[in-house]
């Protein structure tokens, strides 16, 4: 795919690491993104720096709702979502099973795996038979 001013994505988890690195490559490239991220703070500078290509989106993707707002967010500014940068996540319960409570492996999977599958559906809703390449 070529990347420029016709690009328009989701990218999750943009404020630090890897995430930050791919949201600044995609940017430069003149792709527009609606960021989300758990912080605040941090998807303002992204906005003040690309105040053009941006839309910041603060909240827990462990609510699915979250999903469909950022998708909503993109289609109500450029019209289109073109794709999904799937890129959060959290580490924690790091410890022994023995010394875990089954809710924590539920928040874990509920953030890592089940927002994943939540917003890319949501992705390939939004594009009413288009081709979904990369999206199976």
Not at 31 to 52: D, I
Not at 82 to 87: A, E, Q, T
Request: charged share 25%.
């Amino acid at each position: 795919m070529s990347w420029g001013t016709r690009y328009s994505g989701c990218h999750t988890d943009t404020v630090l690491g890897i995430g930050l690195a791919i949201a600044h490559y995609l940017l430069k490239e003149k792709c527009k993104l609606v960021v989300v991220a758990r912080s605040k703070n941090p998807l303002e500078e992204l906005q003040k720096t690309y105040p053009e290509q941006v839309q910041p989106l603060a909240g827990d993707l462990a609510d699915f709702s979250l999903g469909q707002k950022a998708v909503d967010l993109a289609t109500s500014k450029w019209n289109r979502l073109d794709g999904v940068i799937v890129n959060h996540g959290i580490l924690n319960p790091v410890k022994r099973v023995s010394q875990t409570e089954a809710e924590e492996w539920r928040n874990a999977f509920d953030i890592n795996l089940f927002s994943a599958i939540a917003l890319v559906s949501l992705r390939t809703e939004s594009h009413d038979g288009e081709s979904d390449q990369g999206f199976r």
